[in-house]
Every structure is written in structure tokens, then in C-alpha cells.
């Protein structure tokens, strides 16, 4: 209902986490009965590979309702990204939103699996269609992530992450 496209269970199971973050998360919060949330799929092929997807249907009679499909799923990725610029490569919702721990506990994010190029593709594509300057906004920030991120060598890591926790 939010918008994204989530992480599959079976019937009356919680979709498993990959990312240690989460798994942390889930282990801490289950017991307590806080573990509620829903886990939103990043990493390809995950939401931003399905927006774009959806934006090249071009299939007549359809393509409105795959159009707002794929401007839900683009106004979740704006209203999701992290402060850095960036998305990491799943992230719990809960009812669309971003918990605020996941927030305060995660300093880095996924530059690989097409996570943060994903999502930034994903959004310029929907800008191109709409001209909605959110979509510009939030593109432009991941794209001025991708550009501080980059390394000397001109190859990307894995997973930016901010000065400080660089120097540590």
C-alpha cells in the first residue's frame, strides 16, 4: 500500500532480513512484539528495478494504471531516503515510513546490487515523465552521493559511508 515492493514469507512468516542491521533489529525487537514492521526490497531486482519496469510497459489501455504504480512507488523512494543521499539495501516500513531507529542506526548505504544507482535511475525516470521536482531533488541528492563516494581509482565501494566513520 505504501508503494514498494517488499521482501517475500510464507503465510504468517516474517520475511528474513539479509543485511546484519536488520537482523540485529529483528532479533532485539521480536521478542518485545515490536518487530512489525514490513521489509522493503532495494536491491535489484527490487523497487526501483520494478518502477522502471513499469514505466516502459507501454501497454495501451493499461499503462495509466502502471503510471501510478510507478509514481507511488517513486514518491515512497523520495520520502525514504536517508539523510545522506543514499538507500540502503532494505528497509523496514512501517505504515510508509521509515522507523526512526532505522534512521539513527544506519550511516552507511548500499551502493552495490544497484541499490542507490537504482533508486536514483528509478526517480530520473519519473522526473522525465512527470517534471515533479521531488523527483529531480531526490536524484540529484543520490547523484551527489555517488559523486562523493567515489574512489580515487574511479571505482565505487560497496557501501558509502560518511567522514567520520571513514577515518575510524
Do not use: K
Not at 529483528?26 to 532495494?42: K, V, Y
Request: charge should be positive.
Amino acid at each position: 500500500p505504501s508503494g514498494g515492493w517488499l521482501f517475500a514469507a510464507p503465510p504468517g512468516e516474517r520475511p528474513q532480513p539479509f543485511t546484519q542491521t536488520l537482523r540485529l533489529a529483528e532479533r532485539i525487537a521480536r521478542p518485545l512484539h515490536l518487530a512489525s514492521w514490513d521489509l522493503l526490497a532495494l536491491r535489484s531486482p527490487g523497487t526501483p528495478a520494478a518502477i522502471l519496469e513499469l514505466l516502459a510497459a507501454d501497454v495501451p489501455g493499461r499503462q495509466d494504471v502502471y503510471d501510478a504504480a510507478a509514481r507511488r512507488g517513486a514518491d515512497l523512494l523520495a520520502a525514504i531516503q536517508l539523510d545522506s543521499g543514499g538507500w540502503f539495501s532494505e528497509m523496514p516500513l512501517d505504515d510508509g515510513r521509515v522507523p526512526w531507529w532505522f534512521r539513527r542506526l544506519t550511516w552507511r548505504v548500499t551502493l552495490d546490487d544497484d541499490v542507490t544507482p537504482g533508486a536514483v535511475r528509478a526517480l530520473l525516470a519519473m522526473w522525465e515523465r512527470e517534471r515533479n521536482e521531488a523527483y529531480r531533488l531526490g536524484a540529484r541528492r543520490g547523484l551527489d552521493l555517488l559523486h562523493t563516494a567515489q574512489l580515487p581509482s574511479g571505482g565505487f565501494p560497496i557501501t558509502w559511508r560518511p567522514a567520520w566513520l571513514r577515518r575510524l
